[in-house]
């Protein structure tokens, strides 16, 4: 199934919210669709205190509920505090975000045509995809404008 990228890309510039300048919508509805029983189990403790199979699953029931966010690594209960300084939890959206960069590490993006996209960084990107992936390694990037950054 191919992913229209730049209508994503759109709503992600009308709809940016807390995922570092990312659209939430966006990247929760791509997670949505994640079969995280293919990942890696790496247990990791919520908010909500219930176990989750890895990073996956707890980025999806973040997505379902803002609040849910991870406590820590590992299984709840295991004889760790439940009691956390805000600075020691970390975010669901940054959990979403870092989930997003692993998988598309392993994916490559598909061609697409008039998707350029100049980043802040100067860089004109081919497309969405290639915009993200660059993302991942520098979360202070965000879109300075749709098309060429010559243009």
């Known amino acids: ?3 229209n990228w730049m209508i994503l890309l759109c ?3 009308a709809n940016a919210q807390n995922f570092n300048g990312g659209d939430s919508t966006w990247y929760c509805g791509i997670l949505a669709n994640e079969n995280c029983s293919i990942h890696i189990a790496e247990p990791r403790c919520g908010t909500d205190l219930i176990t989750y199979t890895n990073m996956c699953a707890l980025g999806q ?3 379902k509920d803002a609040t849910v966010n991870q406590l820590h690594m590992g299984p709840c209960g295991d ?3 439940t009691t956390r300084s805000p600075e020691q939890i970390v975010h669901g959206s940054e959990l979403v975000l870092d989930f997003q960069c692993a998988v598309l590490g392993h994916r490559g993006c598909e ?3 008039n998707e350029k996209i100049c980043g802040t960084d100067g860089i004109t990107y081919q497309n969405f995809c290639e915009y993200e992936k660059a993302r991942c390694m520098h979360r202070e ?5 749709l098309g060429d950054c010559s243009a």
């Open 79 to 81: 004889g760790g505090t």
């Open 141 to 145: 990037l965000h879109v300075a404008k």
């Open 11 to 13: 709503a992600t510039v």
């Open 111 to 113: 061609p697409a045509i």
């Open 61 to 63: 029931a973040h997505c």
């Open 1 to 3: 199934m191919r992913v």
